[in-house]
């Protein structure tokens, strides 16, 4: 079991400057966006404001960390599998007492999972080998690319040859999942490959491949887009091939996000044909809605339904390409005469309840909005660490979260 144990801290602050292709860079002022937790009658809370942006929390001492974990472990007395996942809003890498909380874990027995960092606040790279014996076992490193120069000009690492040998130490020695964003014309192909060369002579476990995001439909929601100029993300087809083909060509596990993970078929293996079998472990649908979701997710869930043989539900897509990232100006642009009288919006997008039904019933059609479940799938992100079995599992129990929603919604208005 993992204790989350956060850091605190401020991207392009506490991470030695922002990298060039940083989802945060060019932020200014922040909007409220407005979400499920927000007050009923209250447009805004600390999560869709200053949450979003993760400007919310300079870097916390060691002691406020160890009173976060120390309160949590008395949660879970008699666990005897806990770690503690370390992880912050800047680079922890750069948290300046990394070592001095990773050694009082230890003192506890408590081993240490290092979230993802760029190592850009390593300068030496001993400090690899001191976390080591401080019990970290595990690690998620963004290497961004093998090359000293490249690492230099676009993640600003200032001793990327330090970082980039540390790298080396914790894959020699525990378990590292590298990460990259891959940037068109920078770092990918003979780049890439490069770079899992690297990775794969070190002895890394895995590689989590990141696709560019630059446009307000690939998720650049807080007013900063383009974050680099002149630049076209990869067409999400591409990118998904992209995947497969590193996938094949190393021996260790590669996973993607938006898409995919070739291993266990994700984002929503259930969806495949091989898969069709589980489907019987869905719920019946008694409900009739529309679900909205993202344009990346809604063929998937649209051939679920079919397969189900299911024609009360319809699943409209916005051009947002992440379902979490839906705001309320994704809504406005549907065509309403698509829409169910219940529909079901994405659990976690930013949007308020009273921003959905009044955007959703503005042809005069009072309707219906109810939230669906956070998620329906398993990220690349977090799949690289699971098996099929585990992907699948996670997938029927969140498609039988929304058939709930379905029925629930959609029967009050049938009724």
């Not at 409220?32 to 209250?42: E, I, V, Y």
């Not at 600390?46 to 993760?54: D, F, L, M, P, Y």
């Not at 809003?89 to 003192?107: F, V, W």
């Not at 401080?134 to 490249?150: A, Y």
Request: aromatic share 8%; proline share 4%.
């Amino acid at each position: 079991m993992q204790l989350v144990a956060d850091v605190g801290g401020i991207p392009g602050k506490d991470c030695n400057g922002f990298c060039k292709y940083c989802y945060f860079r060019k932020v200014k002022e922040i909007k409220s966006f407005g979400c499920a937790h927000c007050l009923p009658n209250k447009i805004g809370c600390e999560r869709c404001s200053k949450g979003i942006s993760e400007t919310q929390s300079e870097f916390k001492t060691p002691f406020e960390v160890m009173n976060e974990v120390q309160t949590a472990m008395m949660m879970n007395m008699g666990r005897r599998d806990i770690s503690a996942y370390i992880s912050g809003g800047g680079d922890i890498s750069c948290y300046p007492y990394l070592e001095t909380l990773t050694a009082n874990l230890n003192q506890f027995s408590i081993p240490s999972v290092l979230g993802y960092t760029c190592g850009k606040g390593i300068s030496d790279s001993e400090m690899a080998t001191r976390l080591i014996n401080n019990g970290v076992n595990e690690v998620s490193f963004t290497i961004f690319s093998s090359d000293p120069k490249l690492r230099r000009d676009w993640v600003k690492d200032k001793h990327p040859e330090e970082a980039l040998k540390a790298c080396q130490i914790f894959c020699e020695n525990i378990k590292l999942t590298g990460a990259a964003v891959i940037i068109p014309g920078v770092n990918d192909g003979d780049v890439l490959r490069e770079t899992c060369n690297s990775l794969e002579e070190w002895g890394a476990k895995g590689m989590l491949l990141m696709r560019f995001a630059n446009t307000f439909n690939e998720g650049l929601i807080l007013g900063n887009e383009p974050i680099i100029k002149g630049i076209e993300s990869q067409p999400v087809e591409e990118f998904s091939e992209l995947v497969k083909q590193i996938n094949s060509e190393y021996k260790f596990r590669v996973s993607g996000t938006p898409l995919c993970d070739p291993e266990t078929g994700g984002p929503f293996a259930i969806a495949s044909d091989e898969n069709e079998i589980f489907l019987q472990f869905i719920k019946p649908v008694t409900g009739e809605a529309t679900i909205i979701t993202s344009k990346i997710a809604e063929p998937f869930i649209s051939k679920i339904f079919d397969k189900l043989e299911v024609d009360s539900v319809n699943v409209v897509a916005v051009e947002k390409e992440i379902a979490c990232l839906i705001t309320k100006e994704d809504l406005e642009k549907l065509d309403l005469s698509e829409i169910k009288q219940a529909v079901i919006i994405p659990g976690r997008s930013f949007v308020h309840q009273l921003d959905a039904e009044r955007i959703l019933s503005a042809d005069g059609v009072e309707r219906l909005v109810g939230r669906g479940p956070d998620t329906l799938s398993v990220d690349g992100e977090l799949s690289i660490d699971m098996t099929d079995e585990n992907v699948i599992e996670r997938e029927l129990e969140q498609f039988n979260d929304l058939v709930d929603a379905i029925n629930f919604f959609g029967m009050r208005i049938v009724k």
